[in-house]
């Protein structure tokens, strides 16, 4: 088993704040305090994410090196991290038109109902892309590596 480096444990911290923030149920009247909590992780998570990226990259790097056979793989990946970091834009737009929608509605927090929902759920997909890009990596990393090429005699 691989340790982990700093950059891996600082985001899976940041990852782990966020999922927690946005899994915490709204309660009456919290809707405000909810948005900020989980702008606060997303913007742990936006300092954190390129750190670990970084980090990504080398991996690539290391698969290619080790089995050019396997640069389809690595090319998966790069596309994949791309369609997250826009993923990972989109939420934090929304999730910034919802914390300037959040105050405006006072008591009648249903109104933001739908904008919340589609916050959680484009967060808790971010966490997702996050945890199997992780796995991915690691994977094919491993496969690099320890790959058997040869015949067995």
Not at 65 to 73: G, Q, T
Not at 138 to 146: M, N
């Amino acid at each position: 088993m691989m340790t982990q480096n700093p950059q891996e444990v600082q985001l899976k911290e940041v990852v782990e704040k966020l999922e927690h923030a946005l899994l915490t149920p709204v309660l009456a009247g919290e809707l405000t305090g909810w948005v900020t909590t989980v702008q606060d992780a997303s913007d742990d998570l936006d300092e954190q994410i390129r750190p670990f990226l970084e980090v990504l990259h080398a991996e690539y790097k290391e698969i290619v090196k080790a089995d050019n056979e396997l640069m389809s793989k690595v090319e998966q990946l790069v596309a994949e991290e791309k369609k997250f970091l826009l993923q990972l834009e989109e939420f934090r737009r929304d999730l910034h038109l919802l914390a300037e929608r959040a105050p405006t509605v006072f008591s009648d927090e249903a109104k933001c109902a739908d904008e919340r929902a589609k916050v959680e759920k484009e967060g808790m997909k971010i966490l997702t892309q996050i945890k199997r890009q992780q796995m991915a990596v690691t994977a094919w990393l491993s496969e690099a590596v320890y790959r058997d090429r040869g015949p067995v005699d």
